[in-house]
């Protein structure tokens, strides 16, 4: 079993119309998650946005984990959270409580398994090559991967530049699953976009 994570940039679709369309057609494939990542919004404008994608996900029988603003995701019943592990440790006990599935940005080994200790059920480690959202930085590598893999018993999902050509790399390398993001945003046909990653990681 190889898992797809969707994360959303409505930046990377012209309007807020085609980007609620995007997110229908993702649903409709049903990835493991669609992970609505617009931490650059205010809360009240996140919260939303939020209310329509997880209509959207909900209408699909698609997982929706909200990003970054966890007071919105308890605001909306929504149980899945995922964030940045320095976010994630300012949190309590209690907060953490709240979600039955708390994931992780992680990009080492030792933040991993600072993950693990707060109860994530998984964690994101990246980026694993380089990557528009992060122009300029090279990319951690599989080795990188592979360490923070073998780190942890928790699912792994590689982050960063993740598309049909380098998804088997990362797969090989012990990742449990991928991340996408731009090519998700941006792709025509949902469809083939899956059928040709699920495919290459098949082959």
């Known amino acids: 079993m190889f898992d797809i994570l969707c994360f959303t940039s409505r930046a990377l679709c012209p309007d807020r119309a085609a980007f609620l369309r995007q997110i229908e057609r993702l649903a409709a494939q049903r990835p493991a998650a669609i992970i609505l990542r617009e931490k650059d919004l205010t809360p009240t404008a996140y919260e ?60 080492s080994a030792d933040e991993a398994k600072r993950a693990a200790a707060l109860g ?14 992060k122009r300029g930085l090279p990319g951690r590598g599989l080795s990188f991967l592979r360490e923070v893999c073998q780190a942890v018993t928790l699912p792994v999902y590689a982050i960063g530049g993740i598309g049909p050509e380098t998804v088997a790399a990362v797969k090989e390398a012990g990742a449990a699953g991928a991340c996408v993001m731009s090519g998700a945003m941006r792709c025509a046909d949902p469809a083939a976009y899956f059928e040709q990653l699920l495919t290459n990681v098949s082959q």
Do not use: K, Q
Request: aromatic share 8%.
């Open 48 to 107: 939303a946005l939020a209310r329509e994608v997880l209509a959207i996900c909900r209408w699909y029988g698609t997982s929706c984990t909200l990003h970054h603003f966890a007071r919105v995701a308890r605001n909306l019943g929504c149980d899945r959270l995922h964030m940045p592990l320095a976010e994630l440790e300012r949190m309590s006990e209690e907060e953490r409580r709240h979600f039955s599935v708390l994931g992780a940005s992680c990009h």
């Open 120 to 133: 994530c059920r998984y964690i994101t480690a990246g980026h694993i090559f380089e990557t528009d959202c």
